[in-house]
């Protein structure tokens, strides 16, 4: 069965903070995804990428990079969090044309 | 604009009834459609899926109908069971590739004994 393993359930950063989100998988996917999850809005595609060190945007990129040294971890990076980045994340894989296996999400608040 | 709406945030329905959830969507290219479920403290799961060239899909007391016309799907589950209590989230996708997969704000579902 697939996991994919989110670091943290729950996070509290402060404004200004550099904060780390971390993601494995186990089940050698080549595509891993980052979302948020806000209320009344669904899911929302923050990045992707389909091989190592390849990434591409998705919709809501702004304040965000990514990084994915390895095939297995897929690393979301929030250079100076706000206030407007408190949500829930969900990392995600998937190979080609399969459904997407979801992590149980990060919860992370900034103050 | 959403281009996936799921118009109902909420339904109840008793034990052993259909439920009925419901997904509009706005963009014609669309070619694929899933659900997925999602509890409390854990990511969502995939449910069932369907592709344009269907009009119906099923998976045991899970069933997705395509209306391409009106650019409308809706799953049923039927019986429903108290374990189906949770939220449901409509996605769409041109093409079955996860990076453009749009998805719904999702219908809570609570299933009543």
């Known amino acids: 069965d697939v996991k994919v393993t989110q670091s943290s359930r729950y996070l509290v950063k402060r404004t200004g903070e550099k904060v780390f989100l971390e993601c494995v998988q186990d089940m050698d996917h080549e595509n891993m995804f980052w979302y948020r999850q806000d209320p009344g809005l669904g899911l929302r595609l923050i990045y992707f990428s389909y091989d190592v060190k390849m990434k591409e945007k998705g919709d809501i990129p702004e304040g965000y990079s990514v990084s994915r040294e390895k095939k297995e971890r897929f690393s979301l990076i929030l250079e100076s969090a706000s206030t407007n980045q408190t949500s829930m994340y969900l990392c995600?894989?998937?190979?080609?044309?399969?459904?997407?296996?979801f992590g149980n999400g990060t919860r992370l608040t900034v103050t | 604009d959403q281009q996936v709406k799921q118009n109902s945030p909420s339904l109840s329905v008793q034990e052993g009834r259909i439920s009925i959830l419901n997904c509009d969507y706005t963009n014609s290219m669309f070619d694929y459609f899933l659900w997925y479920k999602k509890y409390p403290a854990e990511g969502p799961t995939f449910l069932i899926s369907?592709?344009?060239?269907?009009d119906k899909n099923e998976d045991g007391r899970f069933t997705v109908f395509l209306n391409k016309s009106a650019k409308h799907l809706s799953l049923h589950i039927v019986p429903s069971q108290p374990g189906d209590s949770a939220v449901y989230f409509c996605?769409?996708?041109?093409?079955?590739?996860?990076?453009?997969?749009?998805f719904g704000p999702g219908t809570r579902l609570s299933v009543l004994p």
């Open positions: 369907i592709s344009s060239i269907k």
């Open positions: 995600a894989s998937s190979l080609d044309s399969t459904p997407l296996h």
């Open positions: 996605a769409a996708s041109v093409g079955n590739y996860g990076q453009n997969f749009v």
